[in-house]
């Protein structure tokens, strides 16, 4: 199985910028498609962001044109970002990253990212 890391969240002014991190880790060789989705209390969970074999990728329409998401691999451990640029207050929410296979798909644990002036 593979276990995931996020980091980078935090609080950020209206129109600043944050980079998010997943680190994935254990059978990695088995990733397709990683990404990350957003969910704010007593909403559904919305996909930002993935990328697939061939680092094809996907964007919410809400998020295109400020998000870019990327991956590299390094040390036996599978590396995704979302840099995120011209945040607004509606991007308040928790970031989960995820990876998936044919077989399985793993979760991060969450992290809080707060717009806010």
């Known amino acids: 199985q593979v276990q995931l890391v996020e980091s980078g969240g935090g609080l950020v002014q209206p129109g600043g910028s944050l980079r998010l991190s997943c680190a994935a880790s254990?059978?990695?060789?088995?990733?397709?498609?990683m990404g990350w989705y957003r969910q704010d209390p007593g909403q559904e969970r919305e996909l930002v962001a993935r990328?697939?074999?061939?680092?094809?990728?996907?964007?919410a329409d809400s998020v295109k044109g400020r998000f870019t998401i990327s991956r590299n691999t390094a040390n036996n451990t599978m590396y995704l970002y979302l840099q995120m640029n011209s945040l607004k207050p509606g991007d308040t929410a928790a970031y989960y990253c995820?990876?998936?296979?044919?077989?399985?798909?793993?979760w991060g644990q969450g992290i809080q990212v707060t717009v806010s002036s």
């Open positions: 995820y990876a998936a296979a044919a077989a399985w798909k793993a």
């Open positions: 254990g059978s990695i060789f088995n990733i397709d498609t």
């Open positions: 990328i697939s074999t061939g680092d094809d990728t996907n964007y």
